[in-house]
Nanobody, 126 residues
Framework: QVQLVESGGGLVQSGGSLRLSCAAS????????MGWFRQAPGKERDFVAG????????RYANSVKGRFTISRDNARNALYLEMNSLKPEDTADYYC???????????????????WGQGTQVTVSS
C-alpha cells in the first residue's frame, strides 16, 4: 500500500511559477518509479512527467519540456514538480502516482500506475 498526498496547487498568472509536492507513505519510497499526471475538465488524464527510483531517469510530455522539472527526495519520501512559465493551458488537476512494479521505467500510461493521490488544482489565468 502507498498513500500519496499532493499539495502546492493554486491560482497563478500566466508566466508564473508553482511547485507541487507529493508526500508518500507506506511502501519504501525508493522502491518504485513515480509520475505526475494532469486532468483538465472534460479531458482525459494525461502524463506530465515521470522519474525513476533514483531520480537519474526522467521523462516529460512535450508540452511541458523545458518548463517543468520533476524531482524526488527519497530521504523525505517526497516527489516534486517545479512548474515555470505557466500557461493557461496548464490549468488542470494535478495528480502524483506510484508505479510499484518498476524502479527504472517511467511509463506514460495512467493505467500502469497503481496508487494515486487525491489531486491538487492548478489554475493559470491569462
Amino acid at each position: 500500500q502507498v498513500q500519496l498526498v499532493e499539495s502546492g496547487g493554486g491560482l497563478v498568472q500566466s508566466g508564473g511559477s508553482l511547485r507541487l509536492s507529493c508526500a508518500a507513505s507506506g511502501r519504501t519510497f525508493s522502491a518504485y518509479a513515480m509520475g505526475w499526471f494532469r486532468q483538465a475538465p472534460g479531458k482525459e488524464r494525461d502524463f506530465v512527467a515521470g522519474i525513476s527510483w533514483s531520480g537519474s531517469g526522467t521523462r516529460y510530455a512535450n508540452s511541458v519540456k523545458g518548463r517543468f522539472t520533476i524531482s524526488r527526495d527519497n530521504a523525505r519520501n517526497a516527489l516534486y514538480l517545479e512548474m515555470n512559465s505557466l500557461k493557461p493551458e496548464d490549468t488542470a488537476d494535478y495528480y502524483c502516482a506510484a508505479d510499484i512494479h518498476t524502479r527504472w521505467i517511467v511509463d506514460v500510461r495512467p493505467d500502469e500506475y497503481d496508487y494515486w493521490g487525491q489531486g491538487t488544482q492548478v489554475t493559470v489565468s491569462s
